[in-house]
């Protein structure tokens, strides 16, 4: 079965400073893998998602992440953090056949806190 | 484009009853999926329709049922509720393929007392 793995429960960044998000996946075939992001209250927004290509993809609010097929990784950063970016970020790889064709597989979140 | 909707936003209901909530996915979609999420368990998968069928089901007790109706609406309900149903229920909607992108409604809060 797939499954993700966010080692990282909480990270703690100044405003302005890099970021690097990890995420571990495990998947018989390619994987097809997503970033959200969680603001308190609100739903999941997607960040990104790699099918296929380029291993490095761009999305949304000046996040990219780079797919590493030899470490089974999916890390996501950010060049630049605002406080705005204090959320919760949550990896997720979908299931592509079987039983649970479509089925998304969540990490267990990161909790970024970004300081003035 | 409207997005997803959940109603109620928030319910706190009683152990041994049963509750509704509803998903108004965005115009068009048809796959409507639904997640548990929780401090302690995360974001776990519950069911997913498309087309008025239920095609995928995670591992939960037969307490959690859904169904989804022709405007691709989708209700799910947890009956005799247990303290542990307490969770914030996500609502994801989508075209119709796995390649296509999820999207979330804000959730219901659901509290067992």
């Known amino acids: 079965a797939q499954s993700v793995t966010q080692p990282d429960i909480h990270i703690t960044v100044s405003e302005g400073a890099s970021l690097e998000l990890r995420c571990n996946y495990s998947?018989?075939?390619?994987?097809?893998l997503f970033w959200y992001v969680q603001s308190p209250g609100q739903g999941l927004q997607l960040l990104l998602k790699y099918f296929s290509g380029d291993t490095l993809v761009q999305g949304i609010k000046g996040f990219e992440a780079e797919f590493k097929r030899s470490q089974s990784s999916f890390n996501l950063r950010k060049p630049s953090v605002h406080w705005s970016d204090a959320a919760e970020y949550f990896c997720a790889v979908v299931n592509r056949g079987g039983t649970s064709y479509g089925k998304l597989t969540f990490g267990q979140g990161t909790i970024l806190t970004v300081h003035p | 484009k409207a997005g997803v909707t959940q109603t109620p936003r928030y319910l706190i209901k009683t152990r041994g009853q049963q509750v509704t909530l509803s998903c108004s996915p965005i115009?068009?979609?048809?796959?409507v999926s639904w997640y548990q999420q929780t401090p302690g368990q995360g974001l776990q998968f519950l069911f997913e329709y498309f087309s008025e069928t239920q095609r995928n089901k995670g591992n939960f007790p037969g307490r959690f049922s859904g169904r989804q109706f022709s405007n691709s609406r989708s209700e799910m309900n947890v009956s005799t509720l247990e303290l542990g149903d307490s969770a914030l229920y996500l609502c994801?909607?989508?075209?119709?393929?796995?390649?296509?992108?999820?999207?979330f409604g804000p959730g219901t809060r659901l509290t067992v007392l």
């Open positions: 998947y018989g075939a390619t994987p097809y």
């Open positions: 994801a909607s989508s075209l119709n393929h796995y390649t296509d992108t999820q999207y």
């Open positions: 115009s068009g979609h048809r796959s």
